[in-house]
């Protein structure tokens, strides 16, 4: 990603083109302040899931929205990384060393390694389900995520169906950032890292040629370009960033489950994206605030909430084209979307 | 493997094929006609086996609520098509898959308002609910047997339908060229209406009868739609000879690696399976539109 022109003036654009997405990051970024006044810790740990989801839909929305590739598996994807994390503090809880590595719960060792593995995952099912296009790639990505929510429900040793308890006490080389408010504060970092990282990519040359190909496929090929490894390339980076958002959940939650891998949230993933929009980068930012706070509220109303959440889901897609980042404007151009 | 748990596992393993080509076939063909992702296919599944419950707790009478489950799903099906989906046939698969998967949680929330979340049991009737001598020592519960011959005679009058009669002639030219069939004067909306009620029958009626097998529960679908998503790729979108095999192949392979393989392996076995076959054959075994 080369960038020669003048830094100042390129921040300074990128900026003004980005103000939506610093506003919702101070906004976030104040939510702590927030639940200390009204004194209601419950908050934080909403907004934490919001962030770390937010970091998944932009994730997602790197292949999404600018590759055209409906990807059924990020939940899938996010439950390997979130697994890493638990599996090694399970082992270093229990201090039996999986195979011959010892356990560890030092996160400057088992975050790396969550990204890792699941950028490991993704190469493997992207080399696959990226031979084919279009609806075959949807149903094969929720094929995947569909067996690594079986493999992980088969892991009786790590709490099969019941999920398994962080019990060892996690820590970043020596530090301990489990205290609520700077683990957010840690997140929110990782969601703006990730914002500009993307920003970056997508305009880059790799992005440029990634966001031909979910154009026009055929013209890039015409271009001696080969667009498998593109999009390769695309789903790995997409992956490993999904794997590192897991690692994060699992060290917020203490807990990891099968249920992190439900192919229901790999849809809410998308709708995450779709509500947002998809044709920005931060677009997906206010699909996760927006969803994750509806499936925290609508429960206080109704039991069956389902219901109002999966007509709201119809109504998104049948009359909100360009997602809420339209109403900060129309983006240069409209999203991908697999046809 | 002993030879007699060889018999019942593989009675067991095409006994899951049929049932899951009874789900796929209208998949497959829903896809292949109208090139439409409906995730809410498997809901109809569940319909079809929460009716059928209803229905036998009302009237008492077995085949009475069959035949009123299987066309009240259908009538389901029906209206979901003409009220939803139609409009979705232009959209891209993006649209497609969100718009059902909004479907999915508004079917399971009005099964729970109706039904409640505690799983309901569904039985066959007396005659079925003992077990046949097969040969030797191979004792096999009658209802597994009475699934596996509906499932087996259904199929083969699909495959007869489909093949060799003039509405499975209009239906294979819709889904192999929808454009040109309709320009020499196929009705293929009036095709696809029929198709799509008929499909969500078949799901409902492969819905009965695994919860005949195991129990009647909201989201029991959803798993299944999955593996019919597997059968449907794995034999090519759009073909109805594909989805048998690929269906038979699933349930018996899937059926054996549960037995054989330690349960990590076993659960992922199919899947492994179709990035296998998909690695050989991107558009699956028996491509349409090849």
Wanted: charged share 10%; aromatic share 10%; glycine share 10%.
């Amino acid at each position: 990603m080369p960038e020669s022109s003048s830094n100042s003036t390129s921040v300074l654009t990128a900026l003004k083109q980005a103000w939506p997405a610093v506003l919702v990051l101070i906004l976030l970024a104040l939510v702590p302040t927030i639940s200390q006044v009204i004194d209601n810790p419950f908050i934080i740990r909403l907004f934490t899931r919001v962030v770390i989801f937010a970091i998944v839909a932009v994730a997602l929305n790197f292949v999404l929205g600018f590759g055209a590739l409906v990807s059924m598996m990020h939940a899938g994807l996010f439950g390997i990384g979130a697994y890493v994390v638990a599996i090694f503090a399970f082992h270093e809880y229990d201090s039996s060393p999986l195979w011959l590595i010892p356990g560890t719960a030092n996160l400057a060792v088992t975050i790396p390694l969550a990204i890792i593995v699941t950028a490991f995952a993704a190469a493997l099912t992207g080399a696959v389900s990226l031979r084919t296009s279009g609806a075959y790639f949807i149903m094969i990505t929720l094929a995947f995520n569909q067996m690594l929510y079986y493999f992980f429900v088969a892991l009786q040793k790590y709490g099969g169906d019941d999920g398994l308890q962080i019990l060892a006490s996690l820590e970043f080389a020596g530090v301990n950032i489990s205290r609520r408010v700077t683990f957010y504060y840690i997140a929110l970092c990782v969601l703006a890292v990730t914002l500009v990282l993307f920003s970056r990519l997508i305009n880059s040359r790799f992005g440029v040629i990634l966001q031909a190909t979910a154009q026009n496929e055929r013209r890039v090929i015409a271009l001696g370009i080969s667009p498998l490894r593109y999009k390769l390339a695309a789903f790995v980076i997409s992956g490993a960033v999904t794997g590192l958002a897991g690692a994060l959940w699992a060290t917020g939650q203490q807990f990891v489950s099968p249920s992190d891998l439900s192919w229901i949230r790999s849809a809410d993933f998308v709708v995450m994206a779709v509500l947002g929009g998809m044709a920005r980068v931060w677009g997906p930012v206010l699909g996760a605030v927006v969803i994750v706070l509806l499936e925290a509220l609508l429960p206080n109303y109704t039991q069956f909430w389902q219901l109002p959440f999966g007509v709201i889901v119809i109504l998104i897609v049948v009359y909100l084209q360009g997602g809420l980042a339209d109403l900060f404007g129309r983006a240069r151009q409209p999203g991908g979307g697999g046809h | 493997m002993s030879v007699s748990l060889f018999i019942e596992q593989l009675l067991n393993g095409v006994q899951f094929g049929v049932m899951l080509f009874l789900i796929s076939a209208g998949l497959t063909l829903v896809f292949g006609i109208m090139n439409l992702i409906n995730l809410a296919h498997g809901s109809l599944y569940m319909m079809g086996a929460f009716l059928a419950a209803a229905f036998v707790k009302i009237t008492g009478n077995y085949l009475a609520a069959l035949a009123l489950a299987l066309a009240l799903t259908a009538l389901i099906g029906y209206v979901m098509e003409k009220l939803v989906l139609q409009r979705f046939y232009h959209r891209s698969h993006l649209d497609q898959v969100l718009v059902t998967f909004g479907l999915i949680l508004v079917f399971n929330d009005i099964v729970r308002l109706i039904w409640g979340v505690v799983p309901v049991q569904f039985r066959l009737p007396e005659p079925f609910s003992g077990s046949v001598q097969l040969i030797a020592d191979v004792q096999y519960p009658t209802f597994r047997l009475v699934i596996l011959a509906v499932g087996l005679l259904v199929a083969l009058g699909l495959y007869v339908i489909v093949v060799h009669t003039r509405i499975g002639m209009w239906i294979r030219a819709g889904a192999s060229n929808r454009p040109m069939a309709s320009a020499l004067g196929v009705d293929v909306g009036l095709v696809f209406s029929a198709v799509f009620a008929a499909g969500s029958a078949l799901a409902g009626l492969a819905g009965l009868m695994a919860g005949s097998i195991s129990s009647v529960q909201v989201g029991m679908g959803e798993p299944v739609l999955i593996l019919a998503l597997v059968v449907t790729v794995i034999g090519g979108i759009g073909s109805i000879r594909g989805a048998f095999i690929a269906a038979l192949l699933i349930g018996v392979v899937d059926t054996f690696g549960r037995v054989l393989l330690p349960p990590a392996l076993g659960s992922m076995v199919i899947f492994m399976l179709m990035a296998i076959i998909l690695a050989w054959r991107p558009k699956g075994l028996f491509p349409v539109n090849a």
